[in-house]
T-cell receptor, first 118, second 115 residues
Framework: GAVVSQHPSWVICKSGTSVKIECRSLDFQATTMFWYRQFPKQSLMLMATSNEGSKATYEQGVEKDKFLINHASLTLSTLTVTSAHPEDSSFYIC??????????????FGDGTRLSIL | AQSVTQLDSQVPVFEEAPVELRCNYSSSVSVYLFWYVQYPNQGLQLLLKYLSGSTLVESINGFEAEFNKSQTSFHLRKPSVHISDTAEYFCAVSDHQGTGNQFYFGTGTSLTVIP
């Protein structure tokens, strides 16, 4: 089945550091990728949607300059948390979705990245 | 606007007992409905989905869900749970329009199977 690889799975770094998270679709072309943030015991909150070759669309309240998203190819999207601070600590999950004549295909999720900012 | 409501945040159940996790949605357009399962420190795994056709959908591990349009529900059921079913379950709805589709997730139901 479709697989989405997310890397790294866990990162700990100092406050002020920028952190890049990669999301790759391994066996399908992901026309759209999504980035979610999940706080403990809560649901996923959509941060942004990116279509390959286009600028990402951010949800209300998400800082574009803080969370930089690049979707330069049909198999790779990156999320860069710039100048990360402790409040940015969270579980970040990406998902990727293809599109067929039958309509949008289910999103396939990566295993997430746990980001801890000291 | 669309939204998903999962009425139960936590559901404890004894092993081999039946379980139902409730999900209601609101939408003004046709919808696609999904259930995802999340094990600790992992991403979401698709459990089952309703896109069209038969309103009763099944997963390979014994779960089933029934799309009820009149009640705008998509409850998840399993007749006999196992310890390994302990996880967080998320109901989600995706709309039918254009290329800007996104998923709207419920707040999740934590299923704990008690030995």
């Amino acid at each position: 089945g479709a697989v989405v690889s997310q890397h790294p799975s866990w990162v700990i770094c100092k406050s002020g550091t920028s952190v890049k998270i990669e999301c790759r679709s391994l066996d399908f072309q992901a026309t759209t990728m999504f980035w979610y943030r999940q706080f403990p015991k809560q649901s996923l909150m959509l941060m942004a949607t990116s279509n390959e070759g286009s600028k990402a669309t951010y949800e209300q309240g998400v800082e574009k300059d803080k969370f930089l998203i690049n979707h330069a190819s049909l198999t790779l999207s990156t999320l860069t948390v710039t100048s990360a601070h402790p409040e940015d600590s969270s579980f970040y999950i990406c998902s990727a979705r293809g599109w067929t004549g039958a309509g949008p295909q289910p999103q396939h999720f990566g295993d997430g990245t746990r980001l801890s900012i000291l | 606007a669309q939204s998903v409501t999962q009425l139960d945040s936590q559901v404890p159940v004894f092993e081999e007992a039946p379980v139902e996790l409730r999900c209601n949605y609101s939408s003004s357009v046709s919808v696609y409905l999904f259930w995802y399962v999340q094990y600790p420190n992992q991403g979401l795994q698709l459990l089952l989905k309703y896109l069209s056709g038969s309103t009763l959908v099944e997963s390979i591990n014994g779960f089933e869900a029934e799309f009820n349009k009149s009640q705008t529900s998509f409850h998840l059921r399993k007749p006999s749970v196992h310890i390994s079913d302990t996880a967080e379950y998320f109901c989600a709805v995706s709309d039918h329009q254009g290329t800007g589709n996104q998923f709207y997730f419920g707040t999740g139901t934590s299923l704990t199977v008690i030995p």
